[in-house]
C-alpha cells in the first residue's frame, strides 16, 4: 500500500478509487525509446534525415520525426503501442504506422511559437490546416519559405543566371597564385589574426590561441611526420609544417615555440615587454581598437588538383587594397546593415570590444561579394523567387562573417552560432563567398544546394532510419508532401485544402482566430533563458529587412517587448516570462476546442524553469495529464558537449482542466516510485538522467493532478527535486507491481484567481 504524509489525504484516495482508468495519452515505453532513436538519428545529421530544416538557420529546433510522433499520437491515441515495432532482429518494422501515409486534411493545428516551422511542416506533410505564429519577423520568413510551393527547374534557371554574372566577379575577389606551380588557384579560406596596439611599448600584438593552421593534413588521421599540421610562426608569420612530437623551430627566424599555446585566452593576452597578462578589454576601455591581418590563405589550386597553404603575397594583399578601394568608391550605393547592435546578454562582449554596428562583423571584401549577390538577385523578375535567393543570401551569413571560428581538425568552418550565442573570435576564418565547386562550407553554392535539396524534400518526402548493424533506410511517402496554399483569414483557411495561415505578432493575441476552432495546439515555448532569440535573429533581420518586401520588417530590430524569455541583458525577468508564457497559453485555452490538447516539449536544467512552465499552463486553464521524454539531442551535439545540460526534452500533454481526469498521489516519494516502475523497465535503467526526467514529469503531473484539500506550491516541488539529488540510486525506491494511478476525478473545474502557487 502507498503511503502518505497525510493521513486524511490516504483516507481520500482509498475512497476515490475508480472501477476504471482513464487511458494514458502518451506513448508505450517501447515507443518512446523507438521515437529517441529516431529523433537522434536526425539531430546528428539533419541534412541527410530532414533536408527541409536546413533551409534556413533557426536555435534550439526540435526534430521533425518527434513532432511527426507527437502529432500522430495526438490524432491517433489508438497507436500509443504500436506506432512503431520492431522485427524479430530488433529492427525498426517498415510497415509501422509511423512510416506509412496519413490524411489529416480534417484537423487544424496551431503553433503559436512556430519558430523554425517545425510542426507546421510536419503536419502539412500529413494534409493538416496549419496556423503558426511568431512574434520574430525571421520566424516568421521561414516558416513562409518552408511551406510555399516552388518550380525546381526555374529555380535553377535562375541560379544559372546568377552564376554567369555575380559567380563569376566574385570568383575574382577569392583568386590567388599557387606558391607550388604558378597556376591561379581559388581561396578557399583566408586565416585572419585579430590585433591590438601593448599599452605599455605600442607594438602590434597578435591575440591568437593557438598556431596551428590544421591539425594534420589528412583529417582522418592523427597528426605525425607523415602526417604534419601547417603551422605559422608567431614571431615571423611564416608557414611550415610540424610534426607535433616536440617544440616546433621556425626554418626562418628559428623561433622556438609550441603550435598548441597561445597569448591569448580567457581575455588576457601577453606582450613580450612584460611578463604580467595584460586585460583585453582594459587595453579597449582606453581608446585601442581591435584590427585583423590576414596571415594565411588556403587554397584549391586546379592544376595541382589539390588543396594548399600559403603565406599571402604582394599581389594578394594588393587584391585586398582594390577591393576596398571598389567598395569605398560604391559605399554610397551598398546595401549594408548600419543598425547600431542593441545591448543584450549575448551581444554585450561584441560591444564591449568595439563592434558597434552589424556592418562591423564583415570585412569589405564579404560586403562586397553581398552586395554583388543581391544586384543579381534583383534582376530576377519573379519576387517569389527573388525571395528564394534572398533566403539563402540570409542563410549564408553565419558563415560569411569575421566572427567565425575554425573546425581545426576537419579542416572547415564553424558558423556563427555553433554555441547558440554570439562569439568573439580573435582568429576569424574568412570563406569564398561564392563557392570552390563543393568544397567550403556556407558558400553561396553550398547555401543553394541545401535551398534545392529542402524543396525537392518537400516534392517527395522520406524517412530514414538506421538498421542494427547500421545500415540506413530510406523509406519514400507515396501520397504525403510538404506544400500549403498560403491564406490571410481563418475563413479562407478552412475553404483551402492545405491550407496555412502564418501571423508575424503577439500569439497572445490570436484575434484572427475563433474561440473553440482549434483542434490541436502543439509548439516548442522558449525555453526560460536557455537561447535569446530575437537577440540571434537580429542578426539576419538587419539584411532580410533591408532586401525582402513584407510589412513584418518595417521595424529597425526584431520586436522584444513580447518576447518570452528571461534575458537579463534586456532587463527581462522571471515574472515577465511566466505571465508572457500565460498569456499565450490562455490564449491558446479559447481557441482549442473543448477536448483539444495542448502538447509542448520543454527542455531546460534550473528547476525554476520547470516551476514556471507548470504555472504558465494551470494559470492558463490546463492541467498537465500525461508526459514522455525523447532523448533528442546528437551525443556530441555541440550545445550540450561538456555541459551539465539534460539530453532528452519532455513532452507534456495538457487538457483543459473542465475535462476529467486522475487524481495522483502528490507526495515526492510515489512520484518517484511511478517513475521508477517505467524506468526500471529501460535496458540502461541506471541512466539517472533519464529518472530524472521521469520524475519531474510525475511532479508535474501530480500537481496538475490534485484533489481537494491539497494545494502545489514551488517549495514543495524544488524540495522534491532536492530529495531527489541527495539520494543515490541504490537508495530510490523499488517500482511496486500496485498501479500508482489512483482515482479518476470528474469535475468542471473552473479556473478562477492566481495565486502564488500557481493558480
Known amino acids: 500500500m502507498t503511503k502518505y504524509p497525510d493521513p486524511k489525504m490516504a483516507v481520500y484516495f482509498t475512497k476515490m478509487t475508480p472501477s476504471k482508468e482513464l487511458s494514458r495519452l502518451a506513448p508505450s515505453l517501447q515507443v518512446a525509446q523507438l521515437i529517441s532513436k529516431l529523433a537522434q538519428d536526425e539531430t546528428g545529421k539533419r541534412q541527410h534525415y530532414r533536408p527541409i530544416y536546413s533551409l534556413h538557420k533557426w536555435w534550439a529546433r526540435r526534430p521533425g520525426t518527434l513532432f511527426r510522433a507527437i502529432i500522430l499520437l495526438a490524432t491517433h491515441p489508438e497507436l500509443r503501442e504500436t506506432l512503431l515495432t520492431v522485427n524479430q532482429l530488433g529492427d525498426l518494422e517498415p510497415h509501422s504506422p509511423y512510416f506509412q501515409n496519413h490524411n489529416l486534411s480534417e484537423w487544424v493545428i496551431l503553433d503559436p511559437f512556430m519558430g523554425g516551422g517545425t510542426t507546421l511542416v510536419e503536419a502539412n506533410r500529413m494534409g493538416a490546416r496549419v496556423i503558426g505564429c511568431d512574434l520574430n519577423p525571421v520566424a516568421y520568413w521561414i516558416g513562409r519559405e518552408n511551406l510555399k510551393i516552388i518550380d525546381i527547374e526555374r529555380l535553377d534557371s535562375y541560379f544559372q543566371q546568377i552564376a554567369a554574372t555575380a559567380g563569376e566577379q566574385i570568383k575574382q575577389y577569392y583568386q590567388t597564385q599557387c606558391s607550388e606551380c604558378g597556376a591561379v588557384g581559388e581561396t578557399l579560406y583566408a586565416f585572419w589574426i585579430r590585433h591590438v596596439p601593448c599599452p605599455h611599448c605600442q607594438q602590434c600584438v597578435l591575440l591568437y590561441k593557438r598556431t596551428l593552421l590544421n591539425e594534420g593534413a589528412s583529417r582522418n588521421r592523427p597528426l605525425s611526420h607523415a602526417n604534419p599540421a601547417t603551422v605559422f610562426c608567431s614571431r615571423c608569420l611564416r608557414l611550415f609544417q610540424w610534426g607535433g612530437d616536440s617544440l616546433a623551430i621556425c626554418p626562418q627566424c628559428k623561433h622556438v615555440f609550441d603550435p598548441r599555446q597561445g597569448n591569448y585566452t580567457h581575455g588576457y593576452y601577453h606582450c613580450r615587454c612584460t611578463s604580467e597578462p595584460i586585460n583585453l ?42 577591393i576596398e578601394q571598389l567598395f569605398h568608391t560604391q559605399e554610397s550605393e551598398l546595401i549594408l546593415p548600419n543598425t547600431q547592435i542593441p545591448l543584450g546578454t549575448s551581444s554585450r562582449r561584441w560591444i564591449q570590444h568595439g563592434y558597434h554596428r552589424y556592418r562591423d562583423l564583415f570585412n569589405k571584401r564579404q560586403l562586397l561579394s553581398l552586395n554583388t549577390l543581391i544586384r543579381a538577385i534583383q534582376q530576377i523578375e519573379d519576387p517569389e523567387y527573388q525571395n528564394c535567393f534572398y533566403t539563402v543570401v540570409s542563410n549564408m551569413l553565419e558563415y560569411n562573417n569575421m566572427m567565425t571560428p575554425y573546425n581545426y581538425p576537419h579542416r572547415k568552418l564553424h558558423h556563427l552560432f555553433n554555441y547558440h550565442a554570439l562569439p568573439l573570435t580573435t582568429m576569424p576564418v574568412e570563406s569564398n563567398v ?187 486553464g490546463f492541467r498537465i495529464v500525461d508526459f514522455f521524454p525523447v532523448q533528442s539531442e546528437y551525443r ?124
Open 281 to 322: 578589454l582594459e587595453t579597449i576601455r582606453k581608446g585601442a581598437s581591435l584590427s585583423e591581418m590576414l596571415i594565411a590563405i588556403e587554397y584549391w589550386c586546379p592544376t595541382c588538383n589539390t588543396r594548399l597553404y600559403k603565406s599571402p603575397d604582394t599581389v594578394d594583399r594588393e587584391r585586398l587594397q582594390q
Open 434 to 620: 561564392w563557392g570552390v565547386g563543393e568544397e567550403g562550407a556556407g558558400t553561396f553554392v553550398n547555401c543553394y544546394q541545401r535551398y534545392r535539396k529542402a524543396k525537392l524534400y518537400c516534392q517527395k518526402p522520406f524517412e530514414r532510419y538506421k538498421s542494427r548493424a547500421g545500415e540506413v533506410i530510406t523509406r519514400y511517402a507515396n501520397t504525403e508532401w510538404i506544400g500549403a496554399q498560403l491564406v490571410e483569414s481563418f475563413a479562407a483557411l478552412m475553404q483551402t485544402e492545405r491550407g496555412a495561415m502564418l501571423l508575424c505578432g503577439d500569439s497572445a493575441r490570436l484575434t484572427a482566430i475563433p474561440d473553440a476552432s482549434i483542434d490541436l495546439v502543439i509548439t516548442d515555448p522558449p525555453y526560460y533563458d536557455n537561447v535569446h532569440y530575437s537577440e540571434l535573429s537580429n542578426f539576419f533581420y538587419v539584411w532580410l529587412s533591408r532586401l525582402v518586401r513584407d510589412p513584418c520588417f518595417r521595424t529597425e530590430l526584431v520586436p522584444t517587448e513580447g518576447e518570452a524569455v528571461v534575458n537579463k541583458g534586456q532587463g527581462k525577468s522571471e515574472k515577465e516570462y511566466l505571465n508572457l508564457l500565460t498569456a499565450v497559453f490562455r490564449e491558446c485555452h479559447r481557441v482549442l476546442k473543448e477536448q483539444g490538447q495542448l502538447i509542448f516539449t520543454f527542455h531546460h536544467t534550473n528547476p525554476r524553469a520547470w516551476w514556471t512552465i507548470f504555472c504558465a499552463v494551470r494559470r492558463s
Open 636 to 759: 556530441v551535439n555541440p550545445h550540450i558537449r561538456n555541459k551539465q545540460a539534460l539530453d532528452a526534452d519532455l513532452v507534456l500533454m495538457c487538457q483543459k482542466q473542465s475535462q476529467p481526469y486522475m487524481v495522483l498521489s502528490h507526495a515526492p516519494e510515489d512520484a518517484l516510485a511511478r517513475a521508477q516502475q517505467v524506468v526500471g523497465q529501460y535496458p540502461h535503467s541506471g541512466n539517472r538522467n533519464l529518472l530524472y526526467l521521469h520524475y519531474v514529469g510525475e511532479l508535474l503531473r501530480s500537481a496538475s493532478c490534485v484533489g481537494e484539500g491539497w494545494e502545489p506550491s514551488q517549495e514543495w516541488f524544488l524540495s522534491a527535486l532536492m530529495m531527489f539529488h541527495n539520494m543515490a540510486l541504490s537508495e530510490m525506491p523499488q517500482h511496486s507491481s500496485e498501479p500508482l494511478q489512483l482515482a479518476l476525478f470528474e469535475t468542471q473545474v473552473g479556473y478562477e484567481g492566481k495565486d502564488s502557487n500557481g493558480r
